[in-house]
């Protein structure tokens, strides 16, 4: 990072250029003065309020950027403890986290994913020989006397249903992860000096207060209300441990050789698949029920956090001088 | 190389500061080739006329008509230094080094990241997103290579029929079907890069246009028609936008380069340098079983079961993908938001505000 190791620190750039907006707004009061104009001379006198304002602000995201951290990590750390979730405070107790609410966010989500991909692995293996007898078929001159399809095309159906569930209950889990992972380093480190320089100035306030705002709400107040839903709501941990346990290694351990290119394995594995009907129904019946608490984990968390995220971010711009409220629907119809 | 350099700092921006005809595709601004001549006479018409309405309001000593004229002498001189700040911009931007932006200390790029430039020209902004959009494009076809190569290796596999029948009686088998499953991971990746390929071009074709529309007919227009008191509204709106479109959108592509190759610039790599293996290898010859699963292991590393190459396969498919989608719809989405308060801003200064939230009514 070139120019911030150049410059010392980004709050001398934004306090030079919000004294920069003051010189201006000074010059501006004589011009006004030297024509006589009122309208003018009111609008100066605007401009004073804010760049006492622009300073306020940069006082307050020194402010929050460096004690905004720790209060994070202490709140964080004490919900989590009397929520009783314990994936969320083995997360929190890893000295890797360091208590900062987006590493335990993304620890935590890296779990989900892990659990939903040996969720994906079971169902995987579980499906192979079910697959290969429903498409297995026996001609006789030409005829098709038998065909696996319809006895087991029920049951391929169900599992390619699940896993192209799960394929994107991971895939959100992952946008959720890279957002996490863009506001740890953007957000404080770029987007807030930009947005405190942009609301320097008249002409770019309203765009400088937005991004100001939309800084500290992905900076802080996402990944706190997402650990904090997270942390009172049912968790997946019992049942990922189980699958993790015992639904994986059973499935990799009766299904761990897939060689069906001779006749003799693939009678045997005929008979295996028979003897497993009743088993496999019960695990299939269990991981069907799983997903459930997918889809809340993967969709509703993080709706829930966005919403929370949004409406800080269209209050505080408003405060900071931006109007969020004029163009939100609008602008969210355009993207 | 996108044109933009080319149309931004070669031909067009030059001879808009020479005040001469541009881009001989175009065949110069809307107004002609003398729109500068036309406006510097426009303000001194409009001042001559402010002027003799203020000898007039002062002669009948009428106290609100001398307001109103020293307001709009006023806006002629503000007019004025929009013409000169916009003019200088135009000059300056790109004699503007930005090389400081390069970083030179970070691990991954010890020699600095941006292309070095011949003696005698500097690396400005349009020299920095051109880079950045050739990097995203060469990116994005890597990527798509990935994709495909994957794909080849699980349908080939997913279609391996064995087939024995003599004498007319025999069976048909496909043992490795259930690979055909994974296909869809690799039917959603490819939508979400698809989308995002496109979006990248969307930016580079909006880039072009906005450097000939902004300085062929949308500041010209405006200056023009900030002029005169009945248009200066609609004239400042026009120059607010040429001001916030050209001005700020180049700013934003560049922060978005800082953003993607200084500050992600570790997990760019890394997915940079696991889709690098599979380039070039969509047309590969090895296309036998053998071939393929050894490609298959080559792809997710040392697999030690065959449930763990599912796992980490699922896994291994989004993160390039991911990444891309930052840089390409994204970062855009936040660019387009900022860039709309922008023009609300300018164009709220410069004369009437644009009306955002009824413009996407309509849309």
């Known amino acids: ?335 | 190389m996108t044109d933009m350099a080319a149309i931004a700092c070669n031909a067009t921006v030059k001879a808009f500061a020479a005040n001469q005809s541009v881009t001989p595709t175009v065949g110069g601004t809307v107004l002609g080739s003398e729109w500068l001549l036309l406006s510097v006479l426009a303000l001194v018409v409009s001042t001559l006329a402010l002027s003799l309405l203020y000898m007039l309001a002062s002669f009948l000593r009428n106290t609100a008509l001398i307001t109103w004229t020293k307001f709009e002498l006023f806006q002629v001189f503000g007019t004025v230094a929009i013409l000169v700040f916009f003019g200088t911009t135009i000059a300056g931007v790109c004699a503007f080094d930005m090389s400081w932006l390069d970083p030179h200390d970070d691990v991954l790029h010890p020699n600095g990241r941006y292309t070095p430039v011949t003696p005698g020209e500097t690396t400005n902004m349009y020299t920095i997103i051109d880079n950045y959009f050739d990097k995203l494009q060469e990116l994005g076809y890597l990527i798509f290579g990935y994709i495909m190569y994957i794909s080849k290796i699980l349908t080939f596999l997913s279609r391996l029929t064995m087939l024995s029948s003599p004498l007319g009686v025999g069976s048909n088998e496909n043992p490795l079907e259930t690979m055909g499953q994974l296909n869809s991971l690799i039917f959603v990746m490819l939508s979400g890069f698809i989308t995002s390929f496109l979006m990248l071009q969307l930016q580079m074709r909006m880039l072009d246009y906005l450097a000939l529309a902004c300085l062929n007919y949308l500041f010209p227009f405006g200056i023009f028609l900030r002029c005169f008191e009945p248009t200066r509204s609609f004239g400042g709106t026009l120059l607010g936008l040429s001001i916030a479109l050209f001005l700020f959108y180049p700013i934003l592509m560049v922060f978005n380069d800082y953003i993607m190759y200084s500050q992600i610039s570790d997990l760019a790599a890394e997915q940079e340098r696991l889709i690098q293996g599979a380039d070039g290898k969509v047309v590969s010859e090895s296309t036998g079983i053998g071939g393929s699963v050894a490609e298959t292991g080559g792809i997710f590393g040392n697999i030690n079961s065959f449930s763990e190459l599912v796992a980490d396969g699922v896994l291994l498919f989004v993160k390039p993908v991911m990444v891309y989608f930052i840089g390409a719809v994204v970062l855009p989405v936040i660019n387009f938001i900022v860039l709309v308060e922008i023009a609300r801003g300018a164009t709220a200064f410069m004369g009437d505000e644009l009306d955002v939230s009824n413009l996407t009514r309509l849309i």
């Open chain 1, 1 to 335: 990072m070139a120019w911030i190791t150049w410059l010392p620190d980004w709050t001398i750039i934004c306090t030079m250029v919000a004294l920069m907006s003051f010189f201006i707004t000074v010059l501006l009061q004589m011009v006004a003065k030297a024509f006589n104009l009122q309208s003018l001379n009111m609008w100066v006198r605007a401009e004073y309020a804010q760049v006492a304002v622009s300073f306020l602000i940069i006082f307050f995201a020194v402010a929050m950027v460096t004690s905004g951290k720790d209060v994070a990590n202490a709140l964080t750390a004490n919900l989590a403890t009397a929520s009783g979730n314990i994936p969320l405070n083995n997360e929190i107790a890893n000295t890797n986290n360091l208590g900062n609410p987006t590493r335990i966010g993304q620890a935590y989500l890296l779990t989900l994913i892990r659990c939903e991909a040996d969720i994906y692995s079971a169902i995987f293996i579980y499906n192979f020989p079910a697959e290969f007898f429903s498409k297995i078929g026996l001609d006789a001159l030409g005829v098709e006397t038998m065909g696996g399809g319809y006895a087991l095309g029920g049951f391929v159906s169900l599992f390619h249903y699940l896993n192209n569930n799960l394929v994107y209950l991971a895939l959100f889990n992952y946008v959720q992860y890279f957002v996490l992972q863009f506001s740890q380093y953007t957000m404080l480190q770029v987007f807030l000096p930009i947005g405190l320089i942009l609301r320097a100035f008249p002409v770019t306030r309203g765009a400088g207060g937005l991004v100001t705002a939309f800084a500290i709400g992905f900076a802080f107040v996402f990944p706190i209300s997402y650990v904090l839903i997270v942390a009172m709501m049912p968790n997946a941990g019992a049942i990922c441990s189980q699958v993790h346990v015992s639904v994986l290694p059973e499935a990799a351990a009766s299904h761990s050789d897939p060689c069906l290119n001779n006749e003799g394995a693939q009678m045997a594995k005929y008979y295996q698949l028979k003897s497993e009907a009743g088993r496999m129904n019960g695990i299939v019946s269990f991981l069907q029920q799983t997903i459930n608490i997918f889809f809340l984990q993967s969709m509703f968390y993080p709706l829930v956090a966005l919403i929370i995220t949004f409406t800080f971010i269209r209050q505080t711009s408003s405060l900071m001088g931006a109007d969020l409220a004029e163009i939100g629907r609008g602008l969210m119809k355009i993207i």
